[in-house]
């Protein structure tokens, strides 16, 4: 699933830019997207949390929920290992799905797996 994300808690990104600067490398330059992303599209709401980086990863989860019901839930995370940085997506607590990076810079990442049936193409974008 391609997601834009709105950033929800300003506090929280400044809080995770100077602690991410702790960390090194591609895992750095993500720093942004630690702390609380809301969007609603559709009549859905999709909350996403992210740790800061440390110890070489990130970790997330989020959750889609349509009126009172939770139609999804996801275990995240963004690893960075010697040949680049991979996106780690269990939905519903599957076995994982690795996605790795196929650009990023500044405000968009995108992670692919063109083997995976859907998605293949996983979008963060900083609006």
């Known amino acids: 699933m391609i997601k834009s994300l709105v950033l929800y808690l300003g506090f929280m990104l400044g809080l ?8 090194g490398g591609a895992l750095n330059k993500l720093g942004w997207l630690a702390g609380k992303w809301h969007i609603e599209e559709h009549g859905r709401v999709i909350d996403e949390q992210w740790t800061t980086a440390s110890g070489g990863m990130m970790l997330g989860v989020s959750r889609t929920v349509q009126g009172a ?11 960075e290992r010697p040949d680049g940085l991979v996106y780690i997506a269990q939905p519903e607590g599957k076995p994982p799905t690795e996605f790795r990076l196929a650009s990023g810079e500044g405000d ?10 859907f998605p293949r193409r996983i979008r963060y974008k900083r609006e």
Request: avoid cysteine; charged fraction near 25%; hydrophobic fraction near 45%.
């Open 69 to 79: 019901k939770t139609l999804s839930f996801e275990f995240l995370r963004i690893v």
């Open 16 to 23: 995770s830019l100077s602690a991410a600067g702790q960390e």
């Open 108 to 117: 968009e990442w995108v992670f692919e797996n063109p083997e995976h049936a």
